[in-house]
């Protein structure tokens, strides 16, 4: 088996860390994220499981044009370390799924909290690129979680408003620019908003649009390109 653990910093140096065949990355406290070709990943299952109580990941590397293929962004991280910390409700919106790594992670931190999901649970992730969607539907079928998430090629347009306790966005900038509006109808009250993939130079400035429509900001990472803000709507 091939151990990977590479430190925070060293990911975040690098824009698009490239994958071996097998490579494993614990995020955060709880989260064990495994990368490779299916067979090999399963054949590695019993050994994971037995190393510590990390919750394990499977991802797998089929379909290469999706995001979160073949890389792990640092913004995708930081979407997985937000979790861990603000993690709320049981309405969970995962807006551009790309592999679908963020909802298999919120899926799994859930189900560990409450050890079953919580009755009123709803997971809806989805994608406007079909291939994202494959590799999505590949990933949520390597761990069992299929069945717990409405996973779509859609847009955001199509999903209901003040509803999600939880929305999770790690899009590319253009996408915020259009979405961001959009992306505030969706909170429900008190709910959260998980925000990644903000250019750097543009973060002030969208942070006080949000806080200008009841969003404080109650956490973020910064670094001189990307950046994520979590924000919290308090109307
Ligand atoms: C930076 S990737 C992040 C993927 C995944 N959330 C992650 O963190 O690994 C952005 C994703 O957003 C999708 N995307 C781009 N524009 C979008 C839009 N307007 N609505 C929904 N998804 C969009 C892309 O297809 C891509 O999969």
Redo the contacts with the bound molecule.
Sequence with gaps: MKKCLLSKQFLTKRRHQRLSPTSVYDIGDKLRLVFGKPSSINSLDNNLNNLDSHLLIKLSSSVPS???TNNL?P??IW?IEMLEKYLKGEKLL??????G??TICALKLIRNKEEKFPTNFQADA????QD?IKQAKTNLRLNGLEKYVNLEQN??TNYPNNFYTLVIA???P??IS??WLELIEKVADNGRLIL??ILRHSFADLVERFSRKGFKLIDEKLTDLWCLAVLEKNL
């Design positions: 999706a995001f979160g962004h913004t995708t979407c995962d807006v551009g799924t790309g592999a790594i963020i989805f994608d406007i690129y994202a847009t955001l790690n899009l590319p253009i996408a259009e979405l990644s993939g």
